[in-house]
Structure formats: structure tokens, C-alpha cells
């Protein structure tokens, strides 16, 4: 079982492109919730998504962010048009079921320059 | 408006002390709490958790202590090794809800 995959490990992208960042959950999960860690802060709450549906992105900023996580292929995390403060780290992780017991991926550290 | 306060935010033991990390909550409906280890460049990982009818749970050399009338609990790592060298998160949920509510992290350092 290869875990929670994400890729890339590090982004850099210029302030204004777009950032995609992908996860692919662990054999058997079809929950997956995204997190975002700034530098010296703890984690924080962004979407969560089953297959072809977001159940809850309350954590999302309100413009610029988008999940998606279709019937076949990774979960991706969009930013559009990126500035400096989107720099962090970006954490997927996947569960069996909604209760908890998370697994999370390594993570994507995306840099905007 | 942070719902986990966690301290202190770097700790420096030497091998074989008892680091402990405590963390407070505010939120009541919270009714599980799960502690996280990082290890620079990873994700964390889940070390130990506990739910709030039980005042401590171990699990090897790590302990969760928890008070629910004070709203607090704290991770005891006994005979601390360098290894154990990493970022600690504690977090809550509860009410059914699936989102973890993550303190700001303790960077812990057991020197030699």
C-alpha cells in the first residue's frame, strides 16, 4: 500500500500563474480533505471531497482556490493567478470513511516568487 | 479564532527526559483528540488519540493525559530518544464532524 500520494513535493511559480497540486489517495479511501500549513502554524481545514462530489469547502478561500477530486484519476488542488501569502505547505489526506483516522501525503511546498 | 492553544512552542530535552506538551480547547463539542508527529519534509503522522471518557491512554512511550472539566490534555513522551526529534501537533474533532482542528505545533529537540 503506497499511501497518500501528492505531487509535485515543490512548486515554484511566479506570482500570477496557476498552481495544480494532485493527490492520490490510499487503496480503498474515497474521502479526501486538503490542509494548508504556513510556515510555523499548524494546519488548517480547506475542502474535503468525495468521488465527483465536494462535500464541504468551507475552508477555502473564495476566490482563486477550486478541488476537484473526478470519478477516475488524483484529487487536484487549483490556485489561479497565485501571489506571495499562497506560500505553504499543502497536505492531502484520505480516509475509509468521514469519522477520522486520516492518513496524510508528504505534502506539495508550493513557493511563489 | 484559535479553538486549540497548544504550548510550548519548542522544547529542548536532554535523552531519557519526559517532554510534555499541552494543549487547551474551548470548543465542548470536541469528543476526539488526536496527537500528530512531523518529521521535517513529511506529513504527520498519527501517534496516539484519545476520547474524553478515559483520563489517560499509552500507547509504548507515549501517554495522553486529559481533563475534561479544565479542557486540557498533554502528551508525556517517556525516555525520550533523538529520534523522537520532530514537530508535534495536537488536534480535536467531534460532533461528527470530519475536520480536525489542529494546535500550532511544539517543535521538540532530544539532544544526545
Given at each position: ?113 | ?21 499541552n494543549c487547551a480547547y474551548e470548543n465542548t463539542a470536541f ?82
Amino acid at each position: 500500500n503506497a499511501g497518500v500520494m501528492q505531487n509535485p513535493r515543490h512548486l515554484v511559480r511566479r506570482r500570477g500563474q496557476e498552481a495544480r497540486l494532485r493527490c492520490s489517495p490510499m487503496k480503498g479511501h474515497s474521502h479526501v480533505y486538503w490542509y494548508r500549513q504556513l510556515p510555523e502554524e499548524g494546519l488548517k481545514f480547506m475542502v474535503y471531497l468525495q468521488k465527483e462530489n465536494i462535500i464541504d469547502e468551507s475552508g477555502m478561500p473564495k476566490e482563486r482556490f477550486s478541488a476537484e477530486f473526478p470519478k477516475e484519476g488524483p484529487s487536484i488542488l487549483r490556485i489561479q493567478q497565485v501571489v506571495r501569502g499562497d506560500s505553504a505547505a499543502y497536505f492531502c489526506a484520505s480516509s475509509p470513511d468521514p469519522k477520522g483516522g486520516y492518513t496524510f501525503g508528504s505534502g506539495t511546498r508550493l513557493t511563489v516568487v | 479564532q484559535q479553538q486549540v492553544k497548544q504550548s510550548p512552542q519548542s522544547l529542548i530535552v536532554q535523552k531519557g527526559g519526559i517532554p510534555i506538551i499541552n494543549c487547551a480547547y474551548e470548543n465542548t463539542a470536541f469528543d476526539y483528540f488526536p496527537w500528530y508527529q512531523q518529521f521535517p519534509g513529511k506529513g504527520p503522522a498519527l501517534l496516539i488519540a484519545i476520547r474524553p471518557d478515559v483520563s489517560e491512554k499509552k500507547e509504548g512511550r507515549f501517554t495522553i493525559s486529559f481533563n475534561k472539566s479544565a479542557k486540557q490534555f498533554s502528551l508525556h513522551i517517556m525516555d525520550s530518544q533523538p529520534g523522537d526529534s520532530a514537530t508535534y501537533f495536537c488536534a480535536a474533532t467531534g460532533a461528527g464532524s470530519y475536520q480536525l482542528t489542529f494546535g500550532k505545533g511544539t517543535k521538540l529537540s532530544v539532544i544526545p
